[in-house]
């Protein structure tokens, strides 16, 4: 099967500073690769996509960062807030978009 | 407008019984997806409904577990003679299948197998 893991369970950041999630997949077939944030009950948010044509995409305080030589993927949260504090996990896809491979996820907290 | 829905939202069943959950996508979805979500854990992909297609079940862990989609809008899982390994989070997702592959998850539902 595939694997698609992080390198930090945890991550506490101080309000304001940014955040830097990581993750690293094993599937060099992989074509789209997105972030999603879950919180406390709910099931997960979409955050940010990005195929394996882009190395980098941004979205509204995020930036998705895809190196593909060394098959690892992070996510950048600017200006981190409260609100931000969630686990978020990583998930790859091949092109037919039908299996999708999570990671264990990485808990983030924003210390206010 | 509405999202994606699941019921229960918990559910607590003893071994053995059989439980059946769930979804419903939002409207004008045609890819459907169950996961399973241990405590603490990713998601374990499941089964894959798209469209009048035949599913992907490949990701079913045993033949206690089943899913249907009926018309292809509400889907429902269903799981047999429960164990206590199948007590998790059951998320069910839905997607355009656009060129963006961007799914929406429901709320899930908490089994718990006592």
């Known amino acids: 099967g595939e694997s698609v893991g992080l390198h930090l369970p945890t991550l506490s950041v101080q309000e304001g500073d940014n955040s830097i999630i990581n993750c690293a997949y094993s599937?060099?077939?992989?074509?789209?690769f997105i972030w999603y944030k879950q919180e406390s009950g709910k099931g997960p948010q979409f955050i940010i996509d990005i195929r394996s044509n882009m190395d980098k995409r941004q979205g509204q305080r995020v930036t998705v960062l895809l190196n593909k030589t060394v098959k690892h993927l992070s996510l950048q949260i600017a200006a981190t807030q409260p609100g931000d504090s969630a686990v978020y996990f990583c998930a790859e896809a091949t092109n037919t978009g039908n299996q999708f491979y999570f990671g264990t996820g990485t808990s983030l907290t924003v210390i206010p | 407008g509405a999202g994606v829905s699941q019921s229960p939202s918990n559910k607590v069943t003893e071994k053995g019984k059989d439980v059946e959950l769930r979804c419903d996508p939002i409207s004008g979805h045609t890819a459907l997806y169950w996961y399973r979500q241990s405590l603490g854990q990713g998601l374990e992909f499941l089964i894959y409904?798209?469209?009048?297609?035949?599913?992907?079940k490949s990701g079913l862990p045993s033949d206690r577990f089943s899913a249907e989609r009926t018309g292809g809008s509400v889907s429902t899982l269903t799981i047999q003679r429960t164990q206590q390994e199948d007590s998790a989070v059951y998320l069910c997702?839905?997607?355009?299948?656009?060129?963006?592959?961007?799914?929406?998850f429901g709320p899930g539902t908490r089994l718990t197998v006592t």
């Open positions: 599937n060099s077939a992989s074509d789209y």
């Open positions: 409904f798209q469209g009048n297609s035949a599913p992907d």
């Open positions: 997702a839905s997607s355009l299948w656009d060129s963006s592959y961007e799914q929406y």
